[in-house]
């Protein structure tokens, strides 16, 4: 089973408006929810792709039930005391464009926090593979990631930013999977693509960076590839960094070759980028990629 | 006690953004909620006079629960199946603007718009005024509001708009509140004072209606007033509506004679403007401005 960690998971809203107006007022024309959250997003790609999966992490409140009630994929989340949180995605009708409205998530209390880690290295002691995924909510300090990497026995794919990507990275995971953007934010360096391969490799943990339209790299310390899918694809980029994620966690616990890791996560991600609906993967479309995607080693 | 019904009340929530700019992604700064609609701000606007006040009306799902549990006035509401609905209000720091997202709310099923007008029978039998107050939910007929007022042996205020305002005007209520826009609007006519009047003067129903600040005027079939405040003031106007409709509520029940009705509700409504915080009242400001308030006769 692969073990999905989402620290800080959202009831994701979408509010349909004639147009978004700032400073008026809106009648919302359709009211959608759905789970959301990195880990989660894993999760469900996993589980579309038929593999054993388990969602962990932390909920609370009646949004946190709303979230495990219609998760979809087997859960195991440890309950806190505050209440999860909302995003709120505004859809305009008008010009087609969607305004986001993060909250920051619940106070997470110390004992909350010791509870999970304990419950934590049980589920990480009987998974393959273990994926952290997402932002920390507040109260939970940088080193969150890299305390859950160290009571893991499973290997761990860590899809972070920021801080938590860059303390988490002394923790030794499996492997890191950022974007371009993220990955030169935590290094403190520019996203020019020669630069950041400089920079997976002198680096002693795996990254499987995403570069856009460009595809992706994998830089380990036997080598560094580069893929890129047969053709430009153009279409909805959300979830597409997810399903990259949860292809390279499979791939990992099938212990496929760095070239065929690689290219499978990018078949799969460039299948998202082609889905009609964010976040979901096209099974065909996956499958007539997975052959035609080219990797050449650097 | 006075009976307020709120048949669409929700949980309104008030995000804290730095700048609101559509198609971005926003970190929300800060999250606030409180339960609102317009017979809940009318109920608390009379709870804070002092005055025994009952909100009922229809509330489902964990934000009905949300609702009844932070009401902070006495409330006895029909649950539905339905989930209540909320509205987000983002607040932007750059520009101090406010943009309102309104949910409709939900769908109301024929047996619970059965069971409520039943229990709400009964509680207006034991009340001295019933407050109808606010929009109606999807599934509820433009005539629901005629319906209360047929079912109430206590005079019924009714602050409505649209149809359910003209609809409600056949079933004969004690007093309507609407401003200049909804008056006109329900009567085909324009907004312009003396037009107003005329079309208030011809309603077999006395009207208190609110002219921003040219102050207000109340006709009835014995006359017609028109009051305004001894300056005009500026500040927040949220709620001022509600506070008018609380006075005129409060001033039925205690019989004052029209002119009194009418200057009392101008002072609340104008404290109400004056009050740092939107939709609560300055008792100190309603107090000084009850006395100085001109009401003349037309």
Not at 31 to 50: C, D, F, H, S, Y
Not at 234 to 261: K, M, Q, S, V, Y
Not at 274 to 282: F, I, K, N, R, T
Request: proline share 7%; net charge negative; charged share 20%.
């Amino acid at each position: 089973v692969i073990l999905t960690v989402t620290l800080n998971p959202a009831w994701d809203v979408t509010y349909r408006v004639a147009a978004l107006e700032p400073g008026q007022t809106h009648r919302v024309e359709r009211v959608e929810a759905r789970p959301g959250g990195k880990g989660i997003n894993v999760a469900r790609v996993l589980a579309a792709l038929g593999e054993q999966v388990l969602a962990t992490g932390l909920v609370g409140g009646p949004t946190g039930d709303s979230i495990v009630a219609e998760l979809a994929v087997d859960s195991d989340f440890a309950r806190i005391s505050g209440e999860s949180r909302r995003t709120v995605a505004v859809w305009s009708e008008a010009d087609g464009q969607t305004t986001l409205l993060a909250e920051p998530g619940p106070y997470v209390q110390p004992y909350e926090w010791a509870e999970f880690t304990t419950g934590f290295g049980k589920l990480a002691a009987v998974s393959e593979v273990v994926v952290l995924a997402g932002s920390l909510p507040p109260g939970l300090a940088d080193a969150s990631y890299a305390e859950l990497i160290g009571r893991s026995p499973a290997p761990v794919v860590l899809d972070a930013a920021a801080e938590p990507l860059r303390v988490g990275l002394g923790a030794q995971p499996a492997l890191i999977t950022p974007n371009a953007d993220e990955l030169a934010s935590a290094m403190g360096t520019g996203t020019d693509v020669t630069e950041l391969i400089e920079v997976c490799r002198r680096l002693e943990v795996p990254v499987a960076v995403t570069l856009g339209t460009s595809g992706a790299v994998l830089s380990t310390p036997a080598g560094s590839w580069s893929a890129r899918p047969p053709t430009v694809v153009h279409g909805n980029a959300t979830g597409a960094g997810d399903a990259f994620t949860a292809a390279l966690a499979r791939g990992l616990a099938r212990r496929f070759d760095a070239p065929d890791l690689l290219a499978d996560a990018v078949a799969l991600s460039t299948s998202s980028v082609m889905s009609p609906v964010a976040g979901e993967v096209d099974l065909h479309t996956y499958r007539r990629l997975r052959s035609a995607v080219m990797v050449r080693e650097l």
